[in-house]
């Protein structure tokens, strides 16, 4: 009987203790005397691609964008990435023709460039994604040929692509819209017009004209 009266005891003074810490938790929070309990924020992952953002390294990239290209000719169009080199050393690296350009991006061990245009035949030399090297300088070559005349644009896309929450997820970091104009030499117009109508030519043309010299010749012997 002691016993079970001591065990009740002793239930009814952890209650009531746990009791009076609670009121004296809610009184010193209520005057400043404890901190708060603050409930950690969900995970956010759009801060994740922030942070991981942040902690890319900064390089730079070369480029060369030609102004002309004549509509039969094929042109050639460069990028250089480095995290090393600076960027006009890499501009003079560039062998393909065209005004020279430069930027500096954020960079991540695997980067990924294209370039497109509706208007043009575009060949990648080079494969469009590649691992980056800190001390090798990274560099992708597109062969690119006209369609059509006129006036029309190539967008250069650099990507980083980040790993977020395990899986390799592409990221645009900088994206390079160039308008390339297209001209036709007038040499280069004329001979394209005589290669397709050679035949209607030397109907409509040369044979008449070799004809008119023939008779002036044989008339002037008769004479």
């Known amino acids: 009987m002691k016993t079970r009266t001591k065990v009740v005891g002793g239930l009814i003074g952890a209650v009531v203790l746990c009791v009076l810490l609670g009121m ?8 400043g005397d404890l901190p708060p309990v603050t409930v950690p924020p969900p995970d956010d992952r759009f801060s994740a691609v922030d942070r991981i953002l942040q902690d890319l390294e900064l390089g730079n990239i070369a480029f060369n964008a030609p102004q002309t290209i004549n509509l ?5 169009i460069q990028l250089m990435l480095s995290l090393e080199t600076p960027t006009e050393e890499l501009k003079q690296m560039i062998e393909a023709a065209g005004e020279k350009e430069g930027a500096r991006i ?7 460039a294209r370039l497109s245009g509706p208007n043009f035949a575009i060949t990648a030399i080079t494969p469009e994604l590649q691992a980056v090297s800190r001390i090798d300088i990274t560099e992708w070559k597109w062969e690119v040929k006209p369609s059509s005349h ?7 896309t650099v990507s980083a692509l980040l790993n977020v929450d395990g899986a390799s997820t592409p990221r645009v970091i900088r994206t390079f819209d160039k308008m390339l104009e297209v001209e036709v030499a007038w040499h280069q117009r004329v001979g394209s017009f005589v290669e397709e109508n050679w035949q209607w030519l030397w109907a409509a043309i040369l044979v008449p004209l070799v004809g008119w010299l023939w008779k002036r010749k044989s008339g002037r012997a008769d004479g």
């Open 24 to 31: 004296f938790w809610t009184v010193s929070v209520e005057y």
């Open 72 to 76: 039969r000719e094929t042109a050639v």
């Open 106 to 112: 954020r960079v991540s061990d695997r980067m990924e």
């Open 150 to 156: 006129g006036r029309h644009n190539l967008h250069l």
